[in-house]
């Protein structure tokens, strides 16, 4: 049987949704995905498979490069999870001051590690990507309204404590 033709609406030059009421995913959105996360000043590319942000499930194939900055942020009103499907990262879990509490190495399955995290209480989580790029779906429940940010991190439009903070990160990474 062969497979129709894939439709994807481009929000903007690192953002797309899926359109229609069936997606699939090739090795073609993964190769497209790394390229545009690779040419992005924040090192990061999506699709969102839910295509509008009003759905009640939000999945997201999303693409980082190596060195991007995500701030730690919490989901409050939902369980979350990651399934790496190429490449490494290491998430992050902290305490309400910032302290790390956990972290987990996430890698593809035939790696015979870890490639599947879901926590379902709230937390300050991050990521650091480990190889040159990671693509991994994300999933939690939506609609999605406004991000809550950890105070303890610095804003991405600080460069300086960025750049602290991220270093401080990536040592804890290899840790």
């Known amino acids: 049987m062969e497979n129709k033709s894939k439709s994807f ?20 959105e993964l190769n497209l995905l790394r ?19 009003g759905h009640s499930l939000h ?8 060195g991007s900055y995500i701030r ?21 879990f902290f305490d309400d001051r910032g302290g790390i509490s956990d ?18 209480n709230p937390v300050f989580h991050t990521l650091v990507v480990m190889s040159e790029t990671v693509s991994f779906l994300e999933t939690v429940l939506g609609p999605h309204r406004q991000t809550r940010y950890a105070e303890f991190a610095p804003e991405p439009s600080d460069r300086l404590a960025v750049d602290e903070y991220f270093a401080w990160l990536v040592c804890e990474s290899q840790k």
């Open 9 to 28: 609406a481009s929000l903007n030059n690192a953002v797309m949704a899926a359109e229609g009421a069936v997606t699939t995913i090739s090795r073609v």
């Open 35 to 53: 390229k545009l996360a690779t040419a992005q000043r924040e090192k990061k590319a999506r699709i969102l498979l839910h295509g509008d942000s």
């Open 59 to 66: 999945e997201m194939l999303i693409t980082h490069s190596n």
């Open 72 to 92: 730690p942020h919490i989901n409050e009103s939902s369980a979350k999870s990651f399934l790496v499907l190429e490449g490494e990262m290491m998430v992050f």
């Open 103 to 120: 972290r987990y190495l996430l890698r593809p399955e035939k790696s015979g590690g870890d490639f599947m995290l879901r926590f379902q």
